[in-house]
């Protein structure tokens, strides 16, 4: 219903204003909260679950996980706050009465079934969600849960026992583990990444916000997390992996996926998951040692041509394609061959033969490294 979007997103401003007199006026939690508090986190809240519902009326289709994850994160960080779960519900019901209300107002007669199912929907998905999240932040702060997982994340990260600190965390520690250790740009709230590792594995995850490592369950797709994350965040994930099939390897395997997201840092990776088979090459070519050194000077005459440098790093990037690397670099095909003949002739190493092309691919590595 794109019409009925458009026009309750003209209203969406007014409509969240409403909402927040609306429990500053009947809920006494509410009622006793400053006008910053009402005006800050209270109303981001409201336009949270508003979006949301807006969005529904855009989109067919159910809400995702990741969907909930501001909304969820917001209500928790209310919860924090010491906001009672009731208050939280009556002003969901506050909400979904001046919603409705102004649907109601705006929707064509053949319009409202829809939007009134997809506000049921709605409700549906996120009261549970809320609920839940609400609940688990009381918990974290009337008990030692958090802790527990935090002193368990530890001691399977150091390979020390940690079948008693299980128990005092309730978790279920499992034969196999994947290692994720993952830098975000620009880094989220860290309860913002909680929530959002949690709804895609289906359970707690254990996770060291400082270190951003992350022991993943058996059985949670790696690659479709980073790009939930991506999604979900709203920010640019680089990560590295590396499997532990037991926990006694949980720490070799830290160890191996903290090196790969370093070299992919070091080289200037895009976002991303890597694992060690992306970078072997470069991993052997990152060993300190004279080798290293011999090969980026292989480039050395290139150094007072930066132009020169990017067309080498393009035409390698492209695998030796000479149509996409002038298109990346916005040049005519003659253009390139002409730059790519200057470089031979300055390094003695024609790109056109593939022995010296993967000496040239070696080098670039070499100089990013050095």
């Known amino acids: 219903m794109p019409d009925l979007h ?88 506050i909400g979904a009465r001046a919603w409705w209300r102004t649907v109601t107002g705006v929707a064509d007669p053949d319009e409202l079934a829809v939007a009134g199912a997809r506000l049921l929907d709605g409700l549906a998905v996120v009261m ?26 530890a001691a399977l990260l150091h390979g020390g026992p940690f079948q008693t600190l299980a128990q005092d965390a309730r978790l279920e520690v499992g034969r196999r583990h994947t290692v994720l250790v993952a830098r975000f740009s620009p880094r989220p709230p860290d309860r913002l990444v909680q929530v959002a590792l949690d709804a895609h594995a289906g359970t707690p995850v254990l996770v060291d916000h400082v270190d951003g ?24 994930v680089l990560a590295g992996i590396a499997e532990a099939a037991t926990p ?14 370093d070299l992919v840092g070091r080289l200037g990776r895009g976002s991303g998951l890597y694992r060690f088979d992306d970078v072997l090459v470069e991993y052997q070519l990152a060993r300190p040692g004279p080798g290293l050194h011999r090969l980026a000077a292989k ?28 298109l990346e670099l916005h040049i005519h095909r003659n253009t390139l061959d002409y730059r790519l003949h200057r470089i031979a002739t300055m390094t003695g190493l024609d790109p056109a033969v593939p022995a010296d092309a993967r000496v040239l691919a070696a080098a670039l590595t070499a100089t990013e490294l050095r």
Do not use: K
């Open 248 to 261: 006694a390897a949980i720490p070799a395997a830290a160890a191996e996926a903290r090196e790969v997201l």
């Open 299 to 326: 480039l050395d005459p290139l150094g007072g041509h930066p132009y020169l440098l990017e067309t080498l790093r393009s035409f390698v990037r492209h695998g030796h394609n000479r149509r996409q690397a002038a």
């Open 213 to 236: 490592v992350a022991l993943l369950p058996d059985g949670v797709d790696a690659d479709a997390l980073v790009a939930s994350l991506h999604e979900a965040l709203q920010t640019t």
């Open 6 to 93: 458009d026009r309750m997103a003209s209203r969406l401003d007014r409509l969240t204003t409403e909402i927040v007199t609306g429990c500053a006026a009947d809920v006494p939690f509410y009622r006793g909260l400053p006008a910053a508090a009402l005006d800050g986190p209270v109303r981001d809240s409201v336009s949270a679950v508003l979006g949301l519902l807006l969005r529904m009326l855009r989109d067919p289709g159910p809400l995702r996980p990741t969907d909930l994850t501001w909304v969820v994160e917001l209500s928790a960080r209310r919860a924090r706050d010491h906001l009672p779960l009731e208050a939280a519900l009556a002003a969901y019901l």
């Open 128 to 153: 549970p969600a809320v609920v839940v999240a609400h609940l688990q932040a009381q918990e974290d702060l009337h008990s030692e849960s958090a802790r527990s997982r935090r002193e368990l994340h």
